[in-house]
């Protein structure tokens, strides 16, 4: 008898997503900020709980928990989704639009939005999870769900690990992650390597000394300070970076005074950073620190300056042999919606937290979330840039085909590994 593919035995067992597309438009009306999702991680809990089979281990390093569907012998294989929304006030005019505002990890108010899509990264591993569940009589092994808190503040995984998610759910073989993207619902893209940016972020303080506007040579203007470093910035990655890397500084809030006659004491200037290599990574850090404190000296800044990191993203890199085996069952499944070489990304994520602290390999794909209709149209007539993407008050991913294709990918996946 020969061995179905994965492909096949999904195609042969099709699961109706009719409540998921209703339990999806739940979780996006109803976000919940970083270290804040314990409403959507009860939710997720309590639906996973409808299969007996599955073991549910709940408040992993916050709000996080996995399922665990022990299936015989054989591999384990890790399929993770990230739970938290973003500080973004939606305006997409849907109606299940988020109207939510909450206090975030620090106490303060702010509205609350999945604009980064993981309402869908939520609802596609659960009905991966069903699916899987239903056909467990097609494979053999282990399948681990895990469901993250914290991904938008790099901490979530870290934090999972750290509370000893490994010492109440089994070391898996294989771990995987996916996430939608700006690109044609339908569509699935991954790559060997390095797949996401390392990113880091810092908050600078820079010192000056304050006074009245009307005089100024009494003062250490810190708001002319902090625009010269914000200048001076731009020219790490364009003077200092080789062209064929990849690398981004932006400098995303700065803050000084309260009054337009006042010169401030202090200003404090947001930045990140982005970079696909460690020696690069390395490269932008001390470049940053030796503008700053060389632009302090020049504007005679009565202090040093003061560098706090606030978040630290690892690269995201995968494995290429698990990547080179996904791609050829992605390949028979997809067709020529699979793309084996998707371009890296700035963007980042701390998902591989999830193998890389365990020495296991991580393999990390993109899947589309704009209508297939919308995206052609835009494509046709150039103006692709239009369409809004992740972290945007406009971000909207069409629900179908969106859905079926990320459960398809998390089922291909797993079924690589686990199949009989």
Known sequence: MTRQSPSEILSTNPLDLTPYESLYKHFHAHPELSKREKATSETAAAHLGQWNAYEIHTQIGGHGFAGVLRNGPGKTVLLRADMDALPVKEITDLPYASTIRMQDAAGVEKPAMH???????????????????????????????????????????????????????PVPDFVFGQHVMRMRAGSVGSRPGTIMAAADSLKITLYGRGGHGSLP?????????????????????????????????????????????????????????????????????AAIKRIVEAECMASGSPRPPVFTPTRQFPPTINDKQVTAELAASFGEHFADSFDADTPRTNVSEDFSILGTSQGRPCSFWFFGGIDPDVWDEAETNDRLHEIAGNHSALFAPAIQPTMKTGVDALCIAALTYLRK
């Not at 364009?238 to 803050?255: K, M, N």
Request: hydrophobic share 45%; charged share 25%; glycine share 8%.
């Open 217 to 285: 040579h009494q003062t250490v203007d810190p708001v002319l300070l902090a625009a010269n470093v914000v200048v001076r910035l731009q020219g790490i990655v364009s003077r200092e970076i080789d062209p064929s890397d990849l690398a981004v500084v932006t400098v995303g809030s700065l803050q000084a005074g309260q009054a337009e006659n006042v010169i401030p004491d202090t200003a404090e200037l947001g930045v990140d950073f982005r970079s696909v290599s460690l020696e690069t990574r390395g490269k932008i850090l």
């Open 115 to 169: 604009a980064c899509g993981h309402d869908m990264h939520i609802t596609c591993l659960l009905a991966a999870a069903e699916q899987l569940y239903r056909i467990r009589s097609e494979w053999t092994g282990t399948l681990i769900v895990v469901f993250q808190p914290d991904e938008e503040r790099g901490e979530g995984a870290r934090a999972m690990v750290d509370d000893g998610l490994y010492d109440r759910i």
